[in-house]
């Protein structure tokens, strides 16, 4: 059953804790996704990846990091930099970095920092 | 870079009425247009699609979007809601040849049976 995850599905942290969002596509996508989902505010692109070992920042990477070590596999770091790390996180992949492609979205992690 | 707004965040109607939502994109270049929708406890998913240059599916689940170049708009419809239909709609813009997708807000949607 091909799909994307994403663990846990609600993960809690103390503030000034960094913490990691596991996101795993069996698609055999090539590009992967990070967006935060905020109320009212819809998706914004934190970082995204055409390719293993290629990442870029999206309209808000500050106090994020990513790796893509694997194909299937674009974890993603919120760091304590991070001013307002309370959020829905949603990972996403597509076949390929054409612009025309559709991207597949993950079941999302509610992250609250306490 | 491009800019997406919905209009009417969240609209209320009754089933068998017609629904519209607005989306409008700030970008003068070729774009492919994207509706997403994500139902109650579902992920998000594509709803339709539309490619200025070669225009492709559009009409899923009795919905169709109507995209007016010259308003720069890309706005959805269905002319019978379902209460199923209740979900939030987001619709999404990308350059062609570029696949960063900027998203609108979002438009929370109830259909009451």
């Known amino acids: 059953d091909g799909g994307i995850t994403q663990s846990p599905k609600y993960l809690f942290r103390k503030e000034g804790q960094n913490v990691t969002l596991s996101c795993e596509q069996n698609?055999?996508?090539?590009?992967m996704y990070w967006y935060r989902q905020d109320p009212g505010q819809g998706l914004r692109l934190i970082y995204y990846s055409q390719i293993v070992n290629d990442f870029q920042k999206g309209d808000i990477a500050e106090g994020y990091s990513v790796s893509r070590e694997k194909k299937e596999s674009f974890p993603l770091t919120v760091t304590s930099a991070q001013k307002n790390p309370t959020a829905f996180y949603l990972c996403?992949?597509?076949?390929?970095?054409?612009?025309?492609?559709?991207?597949?979205f993950g079941p999302g992690t509610r992250l609250t920092v306490l | 870079a491009q800019s997406v707004s919905q209009h009417n965040h969240h609209v209320i109607l009754s089933e068998a009425a017609s629904l519209e939502l607005g989306c409008n994109y700030s970008?003068?270049?070729?774009?492919?247009l994207f509706w997403y929708v994500q139902y109650p406890g579902q992920h998000l998913q594509l709803l339709l699609k539309y490619f200025s240059v070669d225009p492709l599916d559009k009409g899923i689940k009795g919905f169709e979007a109507e995209f007016i170049k010259s308003k720069f708009s890309f706005n959805l419809r269905k002319p019978s809601v379902q209460w199923s239909d209740t979900a939030e709609y987001f619709c999404?813009?990308?350059?062609?040849?570029?696949?960063?997708?900027?998203f609108g807000k979002g438009n929370q949607v109830v259909v009451i049976p």
């Open positions: 970008y003068g270049g070729t774009v492919n």
């Open positions: 996403a992949s597509s076949r390929d970095s054409s612009s025309t492609d559709t991207q597949y």
């Open positions: 698609l055999n996508h090539d590009a």
């Open positions: 999404a813009v990308n350059a062609q040849g570029n696949n960063r997708l900027a």
